[in-house]
């Protein structure tokens, strides 16, 4: 059992055709031009992924194509977060199968649940691929359901195969983290305003949605942070930030694709009920990326 993730991984977009079934043709040229820029992993299934719009055979084989294209390369984690312990287990279990180097897991959603429950739950999963790497991926605004650190802590207890977790939370949670089996306890970064913050302190890893249009930006960013460059990484985190804003703070999945699709990545648009952006704000939200410089087509 190993992986530590460090550099910039992307929580992979999953590409859609003009009916909103899973689109494979372009997922070789995806991985292709995101390895080309310095990517050091892929996500698959994520939020970024649309993950929770996608049944579950549709989950299986994306991420077996997203394996199979990277060819062994770089890491690929899959997110086997689901609103189910069964459903989790399944998706879980598939990653392991094949090929994938770790698993990510976000608390089951919708319902709120205890701590307990929420640590019962991760066991139940956990328990049945021990062999296994297990990411936590703490998230609550979308899961609705928080991992404090006494639970993290707790489960890192008692499962040795958890290694590593993804926060995207904004607070103190990852910092924390760094303190649990130290050089062992694999960290990530989840939200693209804190990575010189985080990643300067020491956080492993930054997994950026951002990264899935701009991989070059973010990548630079994170190798000035682990450089110390204190003055070239303000200046990029500042365009980072700048970014973030114009992508609603990586919420507004239509327009990262079609942004990407604007760079020749043809990977159409979200799935309903998921909301399209219009033709003139696609316009005016590239002129404004080029027009700074943050940008340029890749064909």
Known sequence: MSCFIEGVIVPIITPMDI??????????????????????????????????????????QFSEAVINAVESRIPVIVHSGAITTEDTKQ??????????????????YYYHYS???II??????????????????????????????????TLVRRCPNIIGIKDSSNSDLLINCLNLSPGKFNTANGSDVNILKNISSGVDACISGNANVI??????LYK????????????????????HTIFDGGNNLSL??????????????????????TLDEK??????????????ECR
């Open 19 to 60: 009916d909103g079934n899973i689109d494979f043709r372009p997922i070789k040229h995806q991985v292709d031009f995101l390895i080309n820029n310095g990517i050091s992993g892929l996500l698959t299934c994520g939020t970024t992924g649309e993950g929770p719009l996608l049944s579950l055979q549709e989950r299986f």
């Open 91 to 108: 998706l879980t279990r598939h990653a392991m199968e094949n090929g994938a180097q770790a698993a990510a897991i976000i608390p089951p």
């Open 115 to 117: 701590d307990e429950s």
């Open 120 to 153: 019962a739950h991760y066991e139940s999963v956990v328990n049945s691929v021990s062999d296994f790497p297990i990411y936590l991926y703490n998230n609550p605004f979308f899961a609705g359901n928080q991992l404090s650190y006494n639970v993290v802590k």
């Open 215 to 220: 991989p070059e930006l973010i990548v630079q």
């Open 224 to 243: 000035a942070c682990r450089k110390k460059d204190t003055l070239l990484a303000s200046e990029l985190q500042a365009k980072v930030d700048f970014i």
């Open 256 to 277: 990262y694709k079609n942004i990407l699709n604007k760079r020749g990545i043809m990977v159409g648009d979200v799935r309903k009920p998921l909301p399209q952006i």
């Open 283 to 296: 316009t005016r939200i590239w002129q404004q990326l080029v027009s700074a410089e943050l940008i340029r």
